[in-house]
């Protein structure tokens, strides 16, 4: 038993994998939050994966400019989605304790790009996207993408 009364069950071993298998040197000192997140999407989605040892495989994650996009629009999706569903509820008749500010509704009603400039966020991210490195080696080119298409319908 451990505090709380909780059973821990079977204990085993856990590895951990060292800072120095994680390429640190080349992080830009800003991307940790979006590989946290990252992170966590990916072992929700798919759980922990081992090597042969058994030592814990670290997931391929996306890159964080990529990641960032993603929280950008399931936040901004998931608010406005909340919104609208507590104003079809106040519109039914039904009431809460607590109401959104004022200033919240005034930002959710007029669209929250006028007020943090997520359309300027968005064209940043994809510029992001546009020169990273990782994504262009993996990105096929438009023309040589075009050329197959053509002899493919030829």
Same mark, same amino acid.
């Given at each position: 038993m451990?505090?709380? +009364?909780?059973?821990?069950g079977q204990l085993i071993?856990?590895?951990c994998c060292s800072h120095s298998t994680l390429n640190?040197?080349? =992080?830009n000192?800003?991307?940790? +939050?979006?590989?946290?997140?990252?992170?966590v999407m990916v072992l929700r989605a798919q759980g922990l994966t081992y090597n042969a040892y058994? =030592?814990?495989?670290l997931p391929r994650l996306e890159c964080a400019h990529t990641i960032r996009e993603r929280m950008l629009h399931d936040l901004s999706d998931g608010v406005l989605n909340s919104y609208h569903l507590w104003m079809a509820a106040v519109r039914r008749g039904d009431r809460y304790?607590?109401?959104?500010?004022?200033?919240?509704?005034?930002?959710?009603?007029?669209g929250p790009d006028k007020y943090y400039g997520t359309t300027r966020i968005?064209?940043?991210?994809?510029?992001?996207?546009?020169?990273?490195?990782?994504c262009k080696s993996t990105r096929i080119p438009l023309d040589q993408n075009e050329d197959s298409?053509?002899?493919g319908s030829g």
């Amino acid at each position: 038993m451990v505090g709380g +009364g909780y059973e821990t069950g079977q204990l085993i071993t856990i590895y951990c994998c060292s800072h120095s298998t994680l390429n640190w040197s080349a =992080k830009n000192g800003i991307d940790c +939050g979006a590989i946290a997140a990252g992170l966590v999407m990916v072992l929700r989605a798919q759980g922990l994966t081992y090597n042969a040892y058994p =030592k814990v495989q670290l997931p391929r994650l996306e890159c964080a400019h990529t990641i960032r996009e993603r929280m950008l629009h399931d936040l901004s999706d998931g608010v406005l989605n909340s919104y609208h569903l507590w104003m079809a509820a106040v519109r039914r008749g039904d009431r809460y304790s607590q109401e959104p500010s004022e200033d919240t509704r005034q930002i959710l009603d007029e669209g929250p790009d006028k007020y943090y400039g997520t359309t300027r966020i968005e064209q940043s991210l994809a510029s992001e996207l546009l020169n990273c490195l990782a994504c262009k080696s993996t990105r096929i080119p438009l023309d040589q993408n075009e050329d197959s298409h053509d002899k493919g319908s030829g």
